[in-house]
């Protein structure tokens, strides 16, 4: 789950992490107050679930609140398009304000898990405000990497050399290891994913600051955190993936016009990947969880069909033992309530897999059923192309 | 012979007395495998379908001497769970139970590290050794006793290339369902270490999808010390990029992830990869003949 820079600069600083002055606007008008708080001369940042912001122009200095206001006008409602948002970008609702900071050294710091080591790990560079996968690849000697034994947890120890290692001495060190062993305390506390600030930077004044910070919470542990919930942004999410995570399926759109919906990530993806092999283009990703159910069966396939792109359907469910006719009634109840025309095909395996057929050719619907994947992705390709 | 379970595992369910546990260790007992307990916190005294339920892992040990686990308890209590069947000495646990914050799986895992425990998931199908004993969640009519071991990230997706070395009359030794979570107990190269010193598993299937660098791990190893032919299949290749699983973790793998990545490693490490999910039995026969 994903969150606002406003919103990790919150939590941030909830732990005694120094981040710039600033305030979240709404309208042009709190954008052009807010810049005259700051004195006129601050940074104007769009906020959206996505970096890369500021080349594709959604972080600018502007010198009078005038000038943030015109900004503002330009920002609000249009569609900020990033190498990380896709082609159709992401509808800027809220800019944040800060002031700007005379800045003297940059550096990156986050925490994430290590999947090899199954810890938590610490990452840092004296290379900030680039993204980290950049100096990976260009200077991966830069970066420092502490993988964080849970039993000890993060010693004060440790935080020292990373921040020695960032080039940081006396009074600063100390406040950049204190920093970082906060940081490791928020990470826990909030199960976080990720919590990454890039740049934190030291300004001239010798002051800490985390300019631009990102926050990660892991979705599995979000039911033991009452709030996150109401944290969400849902102008910054596709309205067929909102109503998909309401019924617990994991549904992501493409860009095709065959809707599908499988049951289990894995066999997911596999079947994309057969579709293209037979020349079909996937018009969604669409898991129903490895023991799709009747009710969940008919919601997916309600949400497939909620998408105009979507010319036909390819249903692949490899029941095991979740019976195939209680699969193939969910399925026609759901194509029936919305009035569905468009041709379908049906891949099943799991038990009273054939009373399922039958169900399913007497239904009434544009169905065919597939003996196995790549039948059923070659019938599906078909009757789309003869549709 | 096989790996991890036969027909002798003394099996124990904990959260036998939930929805999908009790179900679950009805089918795995009608496919013959031996349930001796359940346990279930608060429940301690009663039988479920016959099997006695006990309140603490220890008890039903000392009591019905089973050495393996599988475990069904929610979220919440699932790390406890795994904790408290590393305690009691157990040889094994699989843990179903999909969803399980990442925070208390750090710590489970480093605890079940030191442990004499070996863990297979969270978040998995589980293991089957075919014709003797099912201990997980996956159909077992699907399953030949055979010469193949399985082992995969996947749940649903294993069911379809078991399925197809079965049509093609390739039965299985074991299949091992490692989990899809991003911290599991057992990992490939565990799994593979022991087929490799399975009498009675002639050839390796293995199943990957995209992210993390665990199948360039397992090929990696595979070249260097795999007796047996090996055949692969990865999820995933037209999976759209963009979806990106979170800033600094793709530094971690370096760069590693994308699915046309993994398959150039295995094919690199002599491991033959099938290029459609239709054809995931044929690579296996493939690999066998070469």
């Known amino acids: 789950m994903n969150i606002h820079e406003y919103q990790a600069k919150e939590i941030l600083s909830t732990y005694g992490i120094p981040v710039p002055r600033n305030r979240v606007a709404l309208t042009a008008d709190q954008v052009e107050r807010g810049a005259k708080m700051m004195g006129g001369h601050c940074v104007v940042k769009a906020q959206i679930y996505a970096g890369g912001r500021g080349k594709a122009g959604g972080v600018k200095v502007v010198h009078h609140p005038e000038q943030a206001a015109e900004l503002a006008k330009e920002l609000f409602g249009k569609r900020l398009v990033t190498p990380q948002t896709g082609p159709e970008g992401l509808k800027v609702r809220r800019i944040l304000v800060e002031e700007a900071v005379e800045i003297a050294r940059e550096f990156y710091l986050s925490i994430t898990l290590d999947r090899e080591q199954s810890r938590y790990c610490l990452i840092a560079s004296a290379e900030g405000g680039v993204e980290i996968e950049e100096v990976a690849r260009k200077a991966p000697e830069k970066i420092h990497m502490l993988t964080i034994d849970p039993f000890t947890g993060l010693r004060t120890y440790q935080a020292r050399k990373i921040a020695l290692a960032l080039g940081l001495t006396g009074g600063v060190c100390e406040d950049c290891v204190e920093l970082i062993l906060n940081l490791y305390k928020c990470c826990l506390e909030k199960d976080c994913s990720l919590v990454e600030i890039n740049p934190l930077v030291v300004t001239r004044a010798g002051w800490l600051l985390a300019m631009d910070a990102k926050i990660s919470f892991d979705d599995n542990a979000v039911y033991r955190h009452r709030e996150y919930p109401d944290m969400v942004d849902y102008s910054q999410l596709d309205p067929l993936e909102i109503t998909a995570g309401k019924y617990d399926l994991a549904y992501i759109k493409l860009t095709g016009n065959i809707g599908c919906m499988v049951n289990g990530a894995g066999l997911a993806m596999a079947t994309l990947d057969v579709l293209k092999e037979y020349g079909g283009e996937p018009a969604n990703f669409l898991d129903v969880g490895g023991g799709a159910t009747r009710e969940k069966v008919a919601e997916a396939f309600k949400i497939i069909l909620q998408d105009s792109d979507v010319q036909a359907v390819f249903v692949n469910i490899f029941g095991g033992i979740m019976r195939c006719d209680v699969i193939a009634q969910g399925i026609i109840e759901a194509a029936n309530e919305v009035k569905c025309l468009l041709p379908i095909v049906v891949r099943m395996d799991g038990s009273n897999v054939e009373d399922g057929k039958q169900l399913l050719l007497e239904s009434g619907l544009n169905v065919q059923i597939g003996d196995n994947l790549g039948d059923g992705a070659q019938k599906i390709v078909a009757m789309l192309a003869t549709a | ?290």
């Open chain 2, 1 to 290: 012979m096989s790996i991890l379970i036969n027909s002798n595992s003394k099996i124990l369910v904990q959260g036998i007395t939930g929805k999908s546990g009790l179900f679950h260790t009805q089918q795995c007992r009608a496919y013959g495998s031996q349930i001796v307990a359940g346990v279930t916190p608060g429940k301690g005294g009663v039988h479920i379908e016959g099997i006695p339920v006990f309140n603490t892992v220890e008890e039903a040990v000392h009591y019905t001497g089973a050495t393996v686990s599988m475990i069904f308890v929610p979220p919440p209590g699932a790390a406890d769970a795994i904790l408290e069947a590393c305690d009691a000495g157990l040889e094994l646990a699989v843990c179903i139970t999909e969803g399980i914050p990442v925070r208390d799986m750090v710590l489970a895992r480093a605890i079940q590290e030191r442990s004499k425990t070996l863990l297979v998931g969270p978040n998995c199908p589980g293991v089957i050794t075919p014709g003797q004993c099912k201990l997980g969640i996956m159909p077992g009519y699907i399953h030949t006793p055979g010469k193949v071991g399985v082992v995969s990230r996947s749940g649903t997706l294993t069911y379809e290339a078991v399925k197809q070395l079965t049509d093609l009359g390739l039965g299985q030794s074991t299949c091992v369902g490692i989990g899809g979570d991003p911290i599991i107990g057992m990992k490939y190269i565990d799994v593979l270490k022991r087929f490799n010193d399975d009498p009675e598993t002639e050839a390796v299937f293995m199943i990957g999808e995209i992210g993390g660098g665990a199948e360039e791990e397992a090929a990696y190893w595979i070249q260097e010390h795999m007796k047996k032919p090996v055949a692969a299949f990865i999820a995933g290749v037209t999976a759209p990029p963009g979806k990106r699983m979170g800033h600094a973790g793709a530094i971690i793998t370096g760069g590693k992830g994308k699915a046309e990545d993994k398959i150039r490693t295995l094919q690199e490490c002599g491991v033959v990869v099938s290029t459609s999910p239709t054809r995931m039995g044929e690579a296996m026969q493939e690999a066998i003949k070469k």
